[in-house]
């Protein structure tokens, strides 16, 4: 079982929402609360680039072009964090990627998912 799996991705039109959760299965409580969790994409052809990240003690930065519009949580209890993500543009069309940085300087993707925004 892979240790992060994403779910949530699909395609809609410009000005929709979705929302991509990343759960942990793996984890234990311990390690996945202590952990900085993260979403990446990585639009075609070009490079992967932070979109938003949770730290461990519950702050939150996100990247320019998606302030406003996304938001990032977690739920330590369920070993999950989300991306809702509101008010979608073709430019966010990428492929999104669940990122975890644990504690003891581990480090894990996941298989990623796809998101298409049409015009």
């Known amino acids: 079982q892979a240790q992060l799996v994403e779910s949530g991705g699909g395609s809609v039109q410009a000005g929709g929402s979705l929302r991509l959760s990343c759960n942990a299965p793996?984890?234990?409580?311990?390690?996945?609360?202590?952990?900085?969790m993260a979403w990446y994409r990585q639009p075609p052809g070009k490079e992967r680039e932070l979109v938003a990240i949770?730290?461990?003690?519950?702050?939150?930065n996100y990247g320019d072009a998606v302030k406003g519009r996304f938001t990032i949580s977690r739920d330590n209890s369920r070993k999950r964090v989300l991306l809702q993500m509101n008010d979608l543009k073709p430019e966010d069309t990428a492929v999104y990627y669940c990122y975890q940085h644990r504690q003891d300087g581990q480090t894990f993707w996941g298989q990623g998912t796809q998101v298409t925004v049409s015009s």
């Open positions: 949770s730290t461990s003690d519950r702050g939150v």
């Open positions: 793996r984890n234990i409580f311990s390690t996945f609360s202590a952990s900085d």
